[in-house]
């Protein structure tokens, strides 16, 4: 039995490991002879998925729960393989996951140790990621830490010859104790609440504006479909009175060919008829002149002869003329009828031209003043919507202003400085007393008395030494002079220094 050789093949999801004589380490092997002693066994390729729920804390000493799903298996090359059939296969203390008869091979499924490695690499790998990132960075590059993790974790797995097929990271969650992610979804929750509401009420106000939009553009389209209808109908009518006028014409020309034919023909029977007329005339007068031939002489003969042949020919003669005389008369009837007719026809034909072309250029000029009306309407519209925003954002502007020139006051002074408001009264002041030409009296009513002595007569004298001045400067500046039985005023070229009281005295200022 011990020098009987087995040949073994794997599944496709498994390779042989082969160690024993001749083998240097071990022989990873799709199928191989066993030779004897020489073991065999299979291991998996098989990737296996493990979760966990990893526990850590950020650069700001925030705590979570960080759940993962890893899907992890071999590497499919022979330089993997060895290391994981060497270190992984089997149990964590070195013992076969079950011992195998001569001629038996078993698939390696002592996994559980190996979960124990890679979950210890995971977790301390993802740690120290971890402790580098601030939690608004873990939401918002969630690929890139993934990729980190995957990265760093793999660069560990490779010694043993191991691969991260996929890791799925789920929703970070909150430790007992801890409310943050709760809080965060709350406010992303209202947040996109009152999101919500501001999408509806602009996709309604979107829905109003197009809905009116399209019924305007609705009722447009309408109206210039009537007016290209009414022009069109217009042109088949128009289309169809000239082929009326056609048919008409043509039924004239044939009803004319037809009447012409009827009076030929019926010219034709009377001279038809007068020829027979004048044939049995004439046989009845050869009948009559054998007759008389018989009776009469030679000459009678001779005379009736020659009488009917005159008669014949007046009679002719007169037949032509009358017949003449009455074709031309009909002729003329007809030539009148068909020319009064015409006239008729082309008058008629003038005036429904001139009122169709009436209606296309009133209907023309209609739809130009519309279009006109409503381009400046538009216009307008669009002119007021500019001035509004224009204003609304001087009005702002004016508002920031007033915050940084402490109150209205303060903008109040600084658009008159920047407007020239200063300038401007000062210049309308001085326009207002331009051409002005005060008349200015000086009077010096003197002093109270000379040194330091009192005089008794003072305040007498200083009643008198007032009122030429007063009186002067109102008969200047007004024109009104004192009663005559208080006081006379100087004339214009006088002294106006002195005036004359009633009573004759003179007082100087």
Aim: hydrophobic share 40%.
């Amino acid at each position: 039995m011990a020098d009987r050789m087995w040949y073994h093949v794997a599944e496709p999801n498994s390779y042989l490991v082969v160690t024993g004589v001749g083998i240097k380490k071990v022989l990873i092997k799709k199928k191989a002879f066993i030779y004897p002693f020489q073991k065999v066994s299979k291991i998996s390729i098989t990737p296996f998925d493990f979760s966990m729920a990893l526990q850590a804390m950020t650069i700001e000493k925030l705590k979570f729960a960080l759940p993962a799903v890893f899907t992890i298996g071999p590497k499919d090359n022979l330089e993997a393989l060895e290391k994981y059939a060497v270190l992984l296969t089997g149990e964590s203390d070195g013992k076969p996951t079950q011992t195998a008869a001569k001629g038996v091979v078993s698939v390696a499924e002592g996994r559980s140790h190996v979960q124990e490695i890679v979950k210890g690499i995971i977790e301390g790998e993802t740690r120290s990621i971890i402790s580098t990132m601030t939690m608004e960075e873990l939401f918002r590059e969630r690929k890139i830490f993934k990729d980190k993790v995957i990265l760093q974790v793999q660069s560990e797995l490779d010694q043993f010859g191991l691969c991260i097929y996929n890791a799925n990271v789920k929703e970070l969650q909150d430790t007992p104790g801890s409310e943050y992610f709760a809080f965060l979804s709350r406010k992303a929750h209202e947040g996109a609440l009152n999101q919500a509401k501001v999408d509806v009420a602009h996709a309604r106000m979107q829905g109003e504006v197009g809905e009116a939009e399209k019924q305007g553009k609705t009722k447009q389209e309408v109206a210039k479909i009537h007016a290209q209808t009414a022009v069109l109908e217009t042109e088949r009518k128009a289309e169809k009175a000239a082929a009326d006028a056609k048919l008409t014409d043509r039924e004239i020309e044939i009803g004319r060919d037809l009447n012409v034919a009827r009076i030929n023909a019926k010219r034709e029977a009377e001279r038809r008829d007068a020829e027979l007329r004048i044939d049995v005339e004439k046989k009845t007068a050869l009948m009559e002149l054998e007759r008389l031939r018989a009776i009469k002489v030679v000459q009678a003969k001779i005379e009736k002869e020659s009488s009917q042949e005159k008669a014949d020919a007046t009679l002719y003669a007169q037949e032509k003329a009358a017949e003449g005389k009455r074709y031309g008369e009909q002729a003329d009837a007809e030539a009148a009828a068909f020319s009064r007719l015409r006239n008729a026809q082309a008058d008629y034909e003038a005036k429904e031209r001139e009122a169709e072309a009436n209606f296309l250029v009133s209907t023309r000029r209609a739809e130009a003043e519309y279009f006109a009306k409503e381009r400046a309407a538009q216009a307008q519209l669009i002119t007021q919507q500019c001035e509004a925003e224009g204003l609304t954002a001087m009005a702002k502007a004016y508002g920031d202003m007033a915050k940084v020139l402490n109150g209205p006051q303060g903008l109040m002074q600084y658009l008159m400085l920047t407007n020239g408001t200063y300038e401007k009264l000062a210049v309308a002041n001085g326009n207002a007393i331009k051409g002005l030409q005060p008349k200015i009296n000086v009077w010096n009513t003197g002093s109270q008395g000379g040194e330091g002595m009192a005089d008794p007569m003072a305040p007498i004298k200083n009643l008198f030494q007032s009122l030429p001045p007063l009186l002067s400067t109102i008969h200047d500046q007004t024109g009104m002079s004192p009663p005559s039985w208080l006081a006379h005023m100087p004339q214009q070229n006088g002294d106006p220094s002195k005036m004359q009281l009633s009573n004759g005295s003179d007082v100087s200022s």
